[in-house]
């Protein structure tokens, strides 16, 4: 929703003196929200958002850039003033009211009051001064061994925010090149703490994020190691016997040549296969994608295309290389005949065998002066869109490189060191990127090198990644550091395993959150103040939302060895949470210590929430899915759009759950016929009391439990409109008993302290009455594990 100043965050202002008040006129060839004078131009383009332009020989820039590529966003209403209270022009709206005294662009010339009033001092910007934000993200992690700064972003608790956009290069004609227009280029944004519609209107300037493919979204096998074709086979195989579901297999630098003559420098860039180690690339890209995996290959292109790489003879001849110099292709994507041989040269013959995309593993700096492009930015922009065009869904892997590169997914975060802090760290990462709109980090899981062997680190981590946006497994060359599940405890290796099929379960979740991103800028994960504007949604930064239903707050700490579990404190917002592996119901409005053992993770969905999953996670993933598992959660309405895709169509399916009046409602909307015909839906209604459903759909089982209660519906493509009369929010005392149980049978405590403990639940007749009991036990770190128990009575 749009969010109006109130009263009490209204500064007062002067009343309008209508002798000096101007109506925006249309000039010639000019837009009617363009304001421009003697060197400078103002364009209101929302009435949250106004362009601040200052040149000295009025050229302004009016290609796209890097960031920006629309500047019409509608018609926002604003009022213009001029020769006012010593000012050369003021502009006004609901939100913002900007001062210009004339002149070149300084912090005494230019300044603007925003109308939020959310502090007593700082509702001014003065022109060029760095505004505190709520940050945003960083080009890489590389070598990171816990918390790194980040650069700021779009979102502040003062209500604004502000983009230097005067150094960024321009495109035109879908070419990348430095600007010419010299001056300042600004953007001033005043969206108080509507985030939603910051984001969404940023996103309207600067594009929105694309439609990742939909097998992105699931487990990805990546390390850096010297497979062989066999070895690599039998890995996979491995898997698929484990019952262990992966979508991307990646191939990092030891898929080509490394080891190279010393007169063609560095081995790190390469196009050659190795035969030594692949004998036959070609059957193996095969043999992956006959199991479902899609294929990509790292590549550093720093060094171009050198003599000795096998497309060399055809790149040398369309460049016209001196070859008996052994003349190299020199990396420069700016000029059109190298980036011409480069793709279709080098890489597209490599995709006809089955790569399917990149990882562009670029780690040579930026740009080296003003008058150049990032080479960075023409490796994302190049690559992508020859994935676009050759793939209809594209998709690479690589690096930030500033405001834009959401355009380009997905991120690559870099090299971090296996630790406990690299873990602390990445849950706030990866939320706070969504406040320079940057959504689909992909991290490695498990950290890329250093540290030492942890098993419940390695999970922690695994578990976070799974609720992360992409879910990329990867470790060093190191021997002993590979992240496959069987490589840790028998414990630790099955909760793995559960969890990287958990994975794939979610994939109709993620794709409809990934379909939301793409078309309405809704991240997946976004932090708790997106939702919730109070002091206690920031200082928890470290829990988000996990798409619209889900709140994860992932275990960064050992566990505590004497409990044998780790503890995690939460504030759960305002309503019903429920535990997403335990079904147990928690009040909102509350900070509580939760307690979770090796097996379980907190997550939780909201009150009211619906989650699609796919109950074969053994199964291709980018199909849509025959069967689907929706879980239904009561105790508050919710409308809830599952979007799926596929060739460029798109079907809705709509969930309507009044639970006020025990009411589900299913419409499908499917002008293409994507979805499987006869599809059948599991719902599963967790938390609640028995039903009867009225009118009875076509039901294949009818089961229940104490966690959940099960219909089947089958041909789901036809509409569903029924009641189910008797349902209620469960009583949670089974739950709640075998909860206490399994607690009290992990801790490493007294056997007669259990017993004592468990007679006392038992027999309490009051919550109070076991309160008073765990204060005389005079252990507050066993009475804090116990509460959590209390709190669920």
Same mark, same amino acid.
């Given at each position: 929703?749009?969010?109006?100043?109130?009263?009490?965050?209204?500064?007062?202002? *002067?009343?309008?003196?209508?002798?000096?008040?101007?109506?925006?006129?249309?000039?010639?060839?000019?837009?009617?929200?363009?304001?421009?004078?003697?060197?400078?131009?103002?364009?209101?383009?929302?009435?949250?958002?106004?362009?601040?332009?200052?040149?000295?020989?009025?050229?302004?820039?009016?290609?796209?850039?890097?960031?920006?590529?629309?500047?019409?966003?509608?018609?926002?209403?604003?009022?213009?003033?001029?020769?006012?209270?010593?000012? +050369?022009?003021?502009?006004?709206?609901?939100?913002?009211?900007?001062?210009?005294?004339?002149?070149?662009?300084?912090?005494?010339?230019?300044?603007?009051?925003?109308?939020?009033?959310?502090?007593?001092?700082?509702?001014?910007?003065?022109?060029?001064?760095?505004?505190?934000?709520?940050?945003?993200?960083?080009?890489?992690?590389?070598?990171?061994?816990?918390?790194?700064?980040?650069? +700021?972003?779009?979102?502040?608790?003062?209500?604004?925010?502000?983009?230097?956009?005067?150094?960024?290069?321009? *495109?035109?004609?879908?070419?990348?090149?430095?600007?010419?227009?010299?001056?300042?280029?600004?953007?001033?944004?005043?969206?108080?703490?509507?985030?939603?519609?910051?984001?969404?209107?940023?996103?309207?300037?600067?594009?929105?994020?694309?439609?990742?493919?939909?097998?992105?979204?699931?487990?990805?096998?990546?390390?850096?190691?010297?497979?062989?074709?066999? +070895?690599?086979?039998?890995?996979?195989?491995?898997?698929?016997?484990?019952?262990?579901?992966?979508?991307?297999?990646?191939?990092?630098?030891?898929?080509?040549?490394?080891?190279?003559?010393?007169?063609?420098?560095?081995?790190?860039?390469?196009?050659?296969?190795?035969?030594?180690?692949?004998?036959?690339?070609?059957?193996?890209?095969?043999?992956?994608?006959?199991?479902?995996?899609?294929?990509?290959?790292?590549?550093?292109?720093?060094?171009?295309?050198?003599?000795?790489?096998?497309?060399?003879?055809?790149?040398?001849?369309?460049?016209?290389?001196?070859?008996?110099?052994?003349?190299?292709?020199?990396? &420069?994507?700016?000029?059109?005949?190298?980036?011409?041989?480069?793709?279709?040269?080098?890489?597209?013959?490599?995709?006809?065998?089955?790569?399917?995309?990149?990882?562009?593993?670029?780690?040579?700096?930026?740009?080296?002066?003003?008058?150049?492009?990032?080479?960075?930015?023409?490796?994302?922009?190049?690559?992508?869109?020859?994935?676009?065009?050759?793939?209809?869904?594209?998709?690479?892997?690589?690096?930030?490189? $500033?405001?834009?590169?959401?355009?380009?997914?997905?991120?690559?975060?870099?090299?971090?060191?296996?630790?406990?802090?690299?873990?602390?760290?990445?849950?706030?990462?990866?939320?706070?990127?969504?406040?320079?709109?940057?959504?689909?980090?992909?991290?490695?899981?498990?950290?890329?090198?250093?540290?030492?062997?942890?098993?419940?680190?390695?999970?922690?981590?695994?578990?976070?990644?799974?609720?992360?946006?992409?879910?990329?497994?990867?470790?060093? $060359?190191?021997?002993?550091?590979?992240?496959?599940?069987?490589?840790?405890?028998?414990?630790?290796?099955?909760?793995?395993?559960?969890?990287?099929?958990?994975?794939?379960?979610?994939?109709?979740?993620?794709?409809?959150?990934?379909?939301?991103?793409?078309?309405? $800028?809704?991240?997946?994960?976004?932090?708790?103040?997106?939702?919730?504007?109070?002091?206690?949604?920031?200082?928890?930064?470290?829990?988000?939302?996990?798409?619209?239903?889900?709140?994860?707050?992932?275990?960064?700490?050992?566990?505590?060895?004497?409990?044998?579990?780790?503890?995690?404190?939460?504030?759960?917002?305002?309503?019903?949470?429920?535990?997403?592996?335990?079904?147990?119901?928690?009040?909102?409005?509350?900070?509580?210590?939760?307690?979770?053992?090796?097996?379980?993770?907190?997550?939780?969905?909201?009150?009211?929430?619906?989650?699609?999953? &796919?109950?074969?996670?053994?199964?291709?993933?980018?199909?849509?899915?025959?069967?689907?598992?929706?879980?239904?959660?009561?105790?508050?309405?919710?409308?809830?759009?599952?979007?799926?895709?596929?060739?460029?169509?798109?079907?809705?399916?709509?969930?309507?759950?009044?639970?006020?009046?025990?009411?589900?409602?299913?419409?499908?909307?499917?002008?293409?016929?994507?979805?499987?015909?006869?599809?059948?839906?599991?719902?599963?209604?967790?938390?609640?009391?028995?039903?009867?459903?009225?009118?009875?759909?076509?039901?294949?089982?009818?089961?229940?439990?104490?966690?959940?209660?099960?219909?089947?519906?089958?041909?789901?493509?036809?509409?569903?409109?029924?009641?189910?009369?008797?349902?209620?929010?469960?009583?949670?005392?089974?739950?709640?008993?075998?909860?206490?149980?399994?607690?009290?049978?992990?801790?490493?405590?007294?056997?007669?302290?259990?017993?004592?403990?468990?007679?006392?639940?038992?027999?309490?007749?009051?919550?109070?009455?076991?309160?008073?009991?765990?204060?005389?036990?005079?252990?507050?770190?066993?009475?804090?594990?116990?509460? +959590?128990?209390?709190?669920?009575?």
């Amino acid at each position: 929703m749009r969010e109006k100043p109130n009263a009490s965050m209204v500064k007062k202002s *002067i009343s309008p003196d209508w002798r000096n008040f101007i109506v925006t006129k249309r000039q010639s060839g000019q837009a009617s929200n363009i304001i421009s004078g003697q060197n400078y131009r103002f364009t209101v383009l929302t009435e949250r958002m106004i362009r601040l332009e200052y040149s000295t020989d009025h050229h302004f820039e009016d290609h796209l850039t890097q960031m920006v590529q629309n500047r019409n966003l509608g018609t926002p209403d604003f009022k213009v003033y001029r020769q006012r209270n010593h000012h +050369e022009l003021e502009i006004v709206t609901d939100y913002f009211h900007l001062y210009y005294k004339g002149g070149p662009f300084t912090a005494e010339s230019l300044y603007i009051d925003t109308k939020y009033g959310y502090s007593s001092y700082d509702n001014r910007w003065n022109f060029g001064q760095p505004v505190n934000t709520l940050k945003g993200t960083v080009r890489t992690l590389d070598e990171a061994d816990g918390v790194v700064p980040l650069e +700021e972003g779009l979102m502040s608790r003062n209500g604004y925010a502000a983009i230097d956009d005067s150094a960024s290069f321009i *495109i035109e004609n879908d070419l990348l090149r430095p600007r010419t227009a010299i001056g300042a280029d600004w953007y001033y944004l005043a969206y108080g703490h509507d985030y939603f519609s910051c984001l969404k209107d940023y996103y309207q300037l600067t594009g929105f994020p694309p439609l990742l493919p939909r097998y992105a979204l699931g487990n990805w096998w990546s390390r850096y190691h010297a497979y062989t074709q066999d +070895e690599y086979q039998k890995l996979f195989q491995r898997f698929e016997q484990a019952g262990i579901p992966f979508s991307v297999a990646v191939l990092d630098i030891n898929w080509h040549l490394t080891q190279i003559p010393r007169r063609f420098g560095s081995g790190w860039t390469g196009y050659t296969w190795n035969h030594k180690l692949f004998p036959h690339p070609e059957r193996l890209l095969k043999w992956l994608h006959e199991r479902g995996k899609k294929v990509t290959l790292n590549v550093h292109p720093a060094d171009g295309i050198r003599a000795f790489e096998a497309p060399y003879p055809t790149v040398a001849k369309h460049l016209n290389l001196d070859t008996t110099a052994e003349e190299p292709a020199l990396f &420069n994507l700016h000029d059109d005949a190298f980036r011409k041989s480069y793709f279709e040269d080098v890489h597209h013959p490599l995709e006809k065998i089955g790569v399917d995309f990149w990882w562009i593993d670029w780690q040579q700096g930026t740009n080296l002066s003003t008058h150049s492009v990032d080479p960075l930015w023409l490796l994302n922009h190049y690559h992508f869109k020859d994935s676009k065009q050759r793939h209809g869904e594209g998709l690479i892997l690589s690096r930030y490189a $500033g405001l834009g590169s959401h355009r380009y997914p997905v991120g690559f975060s870099g090299d971090t060191i296996v630790s406990w802090a690299s873990l602390a760290f990445q849950p706030y990462f990866t939320a706070t990127a969504a406040n320079v709109g940057y959504t689909w980090w992909s991290h490695d899981i498990g950290g890329h090198m250093h540290g030492q062997r942890d098993d419940e680190l390695a999970l922690r981590w695994l578990q976070f990644g799974v609720f992360s946006p992409i879910m990329r497994l990867h470790s060093s $060359g190191n021997l002993f550091s590979g992240k496959e599940p069987w490589n840790y405890n028998h414990e630790t290796a099955a909760i793995m395993r559960e969890f990287l099929r958990l994975r794939h379960e979610l994939i109709p979740y993620l794709d409809s959150a990934n379909f939301k991103t793409h078309k309405f $800028g809704q991240p997946l994960v976004r932090p708790m103040y997106y939702h919730h504007d109070e002091p206690t949604a920031y200082e928890f930064n470290q829990q988000a939302m996990f798409g619209s239903e889900m709140l994860v707050a992932p275990i960064v700490k050992p566990q505590n060895q004497r409990l044998k579990q780790s503890k995690v404190t939460i504030w759960f917002p305002e309503g019903y949470w429920f535990d997403f592996f335990t079904g147990l119901r928690y009040r909102g409005n509350v900070i509580l210590n939760v307690f979770r053992d090796n097996h379980r993770y907190p997550v939780f969905v909201r009150a009211g929430g619906i989650v699609p999953l &796919n109950p074969y996670p053994l199964s291709d993933p980018t199909p849509l899915p025959k069967t689907l598992t929706i879980k239904l959660y009561p105790g508050a309405d919710n409308v809830y759009h599952l979007y799926e895709h596929q060739a460029n169509c798109t079907a809705v399916t709509t969930f309507t759950w009044d639970w006020h009046k025990r009411r589900l409602r299913i419409k499908v909307t499917d002008p293409n016929q994507i979805i499987p015909k006869r599809r059948i839906l599991q719902l599963h209604f967790i938390g609640v009391t028995p039903f009867t459903v009225h009118p009875a759909p076509t039901i294949k089982n009818n089961t229940s439990t104490h966690k959940q209660r099960i219909i089947f519906i089958q041909n789901a493509g036809a509409a569903f409109d029924a009641t189910f009369e008797h349902m209620a929010l469960a009583p949670q005392r089974d739950l709640v008993v075998e909860r206490l149980f399994d607690k009290l049978r992990r801790a490493q405590i007294d056997y007669d302290l259990k017993e004592l403990i468990w007679q006392k639940f038992i027999s309490a007749d009051s919550k109070i009455q076991f309160i008073s009991f765990l204060n005389t036990l005079n252990d507050q770190e066993l009475a804090t594990f116990l509460y +959590e128990i209390v709190y669920l009575m």
